[in-house]
């Protein structure tokens, strides 16, 4: 399947607007942007499984010039392009209604059709409507978990200050560094998993 790579996910949409007089286009574009002002950077990073999320909304097409002819659009479109841990969008779908249920609302309630979080079938049955295949999904670490991802980059960050902390010091100092950069390492694992975004 184009869509999956090892235990990965890699979804696409295109949403369309209501269209109106355009309001929901740039009220929805307006809250995309204010979305940036999350402490970790976006709320789908309270989603624990997703890698990668972008948003974009696509008004307009390039014209090429003669001879070619010019495409309109009969709807303003959101794109949605997802990497989640998981192998079917309803994994994604019932994520992002358990961890982040009023944003979805406050993004999705601009698109035509979009059916409320009443069902949650209902609702993954309008992301697979919206889908459009991937047809060369590529991931670097196919199949890690985001929290393996993340435990590895803290592990990264504690061995280069490791390494900068105790390069020139005696051996018998470097061992007890190592140790003690270790411990730090497996209790923050344990009691405090790194936030998506926090790294």
Known sequence: MANVNGKKFGLTCLFPI????????LALRAYLRKMDGD?????????????????????????????????????????FVCDFDGVNVDTLVAAMIENIKP??????????????????????????????ETNLFLADR??????????????????T?????????????QKAGFEAMWERVQRVQREQPPHPGSL
């Open 103 to 132: 944003e979805v609302e406050k993004i999705w309630k601009h698109c035509v059709a979009y059916p409320g979080l009443a069902s949650k079938d209902a609702l993954t049955a309008y992301f697979e409507r919206c889908q459009l």
């Open 39 to 79: 402490p970790y950077g976006s709320p789908l990073s309270k989603v624990p499984l997703i890698h990668m999320a972008r948003f974009a909304i696509i008004d307009d097409l390039p014209y090429q010039g003669v001879p070619n002819n010019r495409d309109d659009l009969l709807s303003d479109y959101m794109l």
């Open 161 to 173: 200050q490791f390494v900068k902390d105790y390069q020139a010091r005696p051996v018998s100092d």
């Open 18 to 25: 209501i269209r109106k007089d355009r309001t929901d286009s």
């Open 142 to 159: 196919p199949d890690d978990a985001v929290t393996d991802i993340l435990h590895a980059l803290v592990c990264k960050r504690e061995f």
